[in-house]
């Protein structure tokens, strides 16, 4: 979440779920598939709900959709021809027969208007914790502008995973990336920029946080699970919003696991040297 970038967790919910509700197409569906469809459709369930209606306003239900709809959708994101940050990062880990049997399942579904869905418990519950001390102890690496967000952000990593990059060793659990959020100061609704070519910050908005602990990704789908890291989002005043649906973030770092899931990888080699 914290690295989707230039995204808003809602539009990165939106993304979701479109995929989503792509990801479930297919022709005329029997029961077997159907059922087959049931069982494969939990990752789906993260943000489509449990039987098909959405955990957000945002992001599309998917019971009572034609089968043929969603399987055009699923492939298209599979194949890329249809643009989707987190869709695009799901569909491809979907076989034909995935894609089919998702779509008997979901479009044998009965529609049920606008109510919405629990979040999955399983994407829902994080273990990140506020780093408190971080101020003193963590090393702040990087610093981006948002544009379409007006917004700043400064990236941190904890002391045990600036010594894991500097040494050449994988990420260890108790690792955090940290980033403090910050809306810009604005002049005729642009932001103003300081001569370092940052945005000159306003207010602190929230912070996002991705932190890595020993099992902690055991009970997230596999076409979800991002090893063993978890997110959290918090607001300025340093509590957690537990309405933060993690399956946004896993979705979108999934295809960085050669990374160990990290997008400014980069950035901490080069303060690591």
Known sequence: MPYLKGATVGRAAATVASLLALALAAPAADAASAEAGKTKAEPCM????????????????????????????????????RKNDLMNAIAPQLSDADIADLAAFFSGLAPSGTAKSAMSPKVAKTNVTFPEDYKKTYTRYYTINFPDLKQVRDYFASPDLMAAVKAGKPVPNGSMVF?????????????????????????????TAMAKGSGWGKEIPEILRNGDWHYAVFS???????????????????????????????EIKAKAK
């Open 46 to 81: 993260a943000c489509h709900g449990e039987n098909g209606v959405s955990v957000a306003d945002d992001i599309p239900n998917l019971a009572g959709q034609k089968a043929k709809y969603i399987e055009m959708q699923l492939k298209a994101f599979k194949t890329g021809k």
């Open 179 to 207: 980033v403090e959020v910050y809306s810009a100061k604005l002049e005729g609704n642009k932001p103003v920029t300081a001569a370092d070519g940052f945005y000159v910050r306003d207010k602190l908005t929230l912070y």
């Open 236 to 266: 300025a005043d340093r509590k957690r919003r537990d309405t933060t649906n993690q399956a946004t973030c896993l979705a979108c770092h999934k295809p960085l696991d050669k990374d160990d899931y990290l997008f400014t990888i980069k």
